[in-house]
Structures are given as structure tokens and as C-alpha cells.
């Protein structure tokens, strides 16, 4: 069955530092999002990327956020200078087009900022 | 503001009983409205999903039952096992557009 990766799986960082999580989206699917979960909350948009570049993107996607399709197949979220409240999961998730077909999660990255 | 509202937020239903997640959206332009199943250190996983053209569908032992006048749709898991303890979320997406998720119901089933 087809998935969704990512990785890290689990990064602890300090407050301040930049990290960048990866995503390898199912390999047909053209649309592409990241969304967070606060640990215990609902699971919250951050942004959506089509034909290489942003669709939308939510009030939290602010300016310490930036994605990136560098190559065919990963897809990146990168957070310039981390805070205490960016802990959370950051989930990638990937769709065959806009047809309202099935939105595919990967597993999480756990994000710890210290 | 919140574009889909889900209760309870958790829920305790004995082994065999039936399993009741509301949720009530405000936008009528929505078009899809799936639920998904998440188990501790898991992402979501599709579990059914619905568009408004239909009041029900059914897949096994789960059920969504969807009240377009009202704006409601709610999930059913009948005979419900302790295997199905997760958070379920509904979602709520018009076609091509990002998905709006409601808060989560954290349901245990206990034997």
C-alpha cells in the first residue's frame, strides 16, 4: 500500500534554532499539505503546495515558515527559528488531485523545542 | 473561527454498544466530509467518508449519516470493540481546497 514518509520521526532542538522536516508524498499525488497537532488538540492546517508552489496557507503559517519541493519527490517544511509553542506533531499529508479523494497522513515528526 | 464543531469531545462505551461522534459544519460550499481514526503516535487514517448527494453510508460496522438541512453529520461504529479506542476526527474540505478537521473525540471501549 502506498504511504507517506517522513522524517525525522522525533527532533528536540533549541529555541531559536531552525529545523527542517521531510516528506516523501505518494509518488502520484499532486497536492500536498503539512498540518500540526498539538499534543492532545485537533489537527491544524499550515499550508497546501500545487504545481510547485503555495495554494493557501493558514494564519499560523507565518514568515518563520517555508516549504520547498527541491527535487521530484520530497517535500519540506522548514521553520527558520523555532519557539517553545512550534512543539508539536507536524504531519505531511499528500492527495491524487482536487477530486476530494483520500487525504494520505504520514506518521508524524515530533518536534521538541527547548 | 471554527469551520467544524465535533462532540463529545470523549466518550466511554461498553464492548457491543454503539458509538455516537457529532460534528456540525457552517459552510455550505463543503462538499466532502470524511472521518478519520488516529491511534496514539499514528497520523490519522481515512476511516469512511461522504459527500452531501447522500444521507448515509455504510462500510462494515461504521455508519455516517449525514443531515445536509441541518449542516450535521455524525458517525456510527456499532458493536463497538475495544480495538476501535482512538480519536476520531471529522473533516470537512471543499474539492481541491484545504480540510478542516473538528477537535477530536478520544472514544475507549471498554470489555
Known amino acids: 500500500e502506498p504511504e507517506v514518509t517522513q522524517t525525522p520521526s522525533h527532533q528536540v532542538t533549541q529555541m531559536g534554532q531552525e529545523v527542517i522536516l521531510r516528506c516523501v508524498p505518494i509518488s502520484n499525488h499532486l497536492y500536498f499539505y503539512w498540518y500540526r497537532q498539538i499534543l492532545g488538540q485537533k489537527v491544524e492546517f499550515l499550508v497546501s503546495?500545487?504545481?510547485?508552489?503555495?495554494?493557501?496557507k493558514s494564519e499560523i503559517f507565518d514568515d518563520q515558515f517555508s516549504v520547498e519541493r527541491p527535487d521530484g519527490s520530497n517535500f519540506t517544511l522548514k521553520i527558520r527559528s523555532t519557539k517553545l509553542e512550534d512543539s508539536a506533531m507536524y504531519f505531511c499529508a499528500s492527495i491524487t488531485n482536487g477530486a476530494g479523494g483520500e487525504l494520505f497522513f504520514g506518521e508524524g515528526s515530533r518536534l521538541t523545542v527547548l | 473561527q471554527q469551520q467544524v464543531k465535533q462532540s463529545p469531545q470523549s466518550l466511554i462505551v461498553q464492548k457491543g454498544g454503539i458509538s455516537i461522534i457529532n460534528c456540525a459544519y457552517e459552510?455550505?460550499?463543503?462538499?466532502?466530509f470524511p472521518w478519520y481514526q488516529q491511534f496514539p503516535g499514528k497520523g490519522p487514517a481515512l476511516l469512511i467518508a461522504i459527500r452531501p448527494d447522500v444521507s448515509e453510508k455504510k462500510e462494515g460496522r461504521f455508519t455516517i449519516s449525514f443531515n445536509k438541512s441541518a449542516k450535521q453529520f455524525s458517525l456510527h461504529i456499532m458493536d463497538s470493540q475495544p480495538g476501535d479506542s482512538a480519536t476520531y476526527f471529522c473533516a470537512a474540505s471543499i474539492t481541491g481546497n484545504q480540510f478542516y478537521f473538528g477537535t477530536g473525540t478520544s472514544l475507549t471501549v471498554i470489555p
Open positions: 503546495f500545487y504545481n510547485n508552489e503555495i495554494s493557501e
Open positions: 459552510n455550505t460550499a463543503f462538499d466532502y
